[in-house]
């Protein structure tokens, strides 16, 4: 496939939403946006302390002030908070992706690993935390636009490598960086309560310049200036 043609493809699946459903009970937008809101919010901290199975409607309902009675004007099931909260910590093209970090080519590797972990790990924190651990609960064809966003993802940190290599680097080799890269922002956070003693952007200039090391004997990236 063309290059010109991938990237529209890559671009497509990355910009790609989950399917939230549409309820037209209120016509107030405005009150439509802040009650969503107040539900998303409380619903993605129960999820967090509770999980996804143990959160009950009820539990949100508590949780965030709206009343059982009419919730359902604003969202239309549990599964359908889930896709709503994803669509903004994970699916939200709000904030860069490490391939976008990566087009700058002002950037050294460290500087770039260094920006996007911090911004994973800060940031989308609740986010990533959120994703994997509703993975089991999520349905099947939103494990599925995930997976694809997943992979598109990793293809255009590979493409962003591959233009910062300074040798012929084979595909496997960059999918299995581009990998590691991910699973590094996903669920280093994960782990952090051993490091409670290490301030987060020590452990963050650790890491990036680490596996930045690690790139650069792989694909031949110039060293930081």
Known sequence: MPEVQTKKRVQAVREKLL?????????????????????CDAALELFLEKGFASTTIRDICARSGVNQASIYDYIANKNDILRRIMNQVWFGPEMPSLSEILEDESLSLEEALTSYFRLTWKTKRKGSLLVYRSVPYMLDEDRKAMHAREIANMKDVSDELRRRARRDVADAELEVIANFLVFQAAFAPMRDWLNKDVPQEEIIRIIAHGIAAMIRAIIGEPEAS
Do not use: C
């Open 19 to 39: 399917e939230e459903a549409e309820i037209h009970n209120v016509q107030n937008a405005t009150l439509i946006q802040k009650r969503r809101a107040q539900i």
